[in-house]
Nanobody, 118 residues
Framework: QVQVAESGGGLVQAGGSLRLSCAAS????????MGWYRQAPGKQREWVAT????????IYVDSVKGRFTISRDNAKNTVYLQMNNLKPEDTAVYYC???????????WGQGTQVTVSS
């Protein structure tokens, strides 16, 4: 099974920053676009950001544009999410997985909790 493991979450005040990491297993990592997703309490999981295989292109949900930056290091099989100017509405469990029309290539990890206090 190809797996991912997210880390880097925590408790931060509004306006603060966090950097999330997602380490993936398997050789497929460098060949698929990757995404970050989040699930807030009582809500469905939502897509947050995507990065293409060569990191040539990134896309973000409107609510995080200008605040979040997705990046990847294919040599380390790792994708990152730099989150700045965090808001209480960013509170959620954050996950990573592939972002392709073919579905999800990795088993979902445990996620990493991000809590933003006002």
């Amino acid at each position: 099974q190809v797996q991912v493991a997210e880390s880097g979450g925590g408790l931060v005040q509004a306006g603060g920053s966090l950097r999330l990491s997602c380490a993936a297993s398997g050789s497929i990592f460098s060949r698929v676009a990757m995404g970050w997703y989040r699930q807030a309490p009582g809500k469905q999981r939502e897509w947050v950001a995507t990065i293409t295989t060569s990191a040539g292109s990134t896309i973000y949900v409107d609510s995080v544009k200008g605040r979040f930056t997705i990046s990847r290091d294919n040599a380390k099989n790792t994708v990152y999410l730099q989150m700045n100017n965090l808001k209480p509405e960013d509170t959620a469990v954050y996950y990573c997985n592939s972002r392709t029309a073919g579905g999800y290539y990795f088993d979902w990890g445990q996620g990493t909790q991000v809590t933003v206090s006002s």
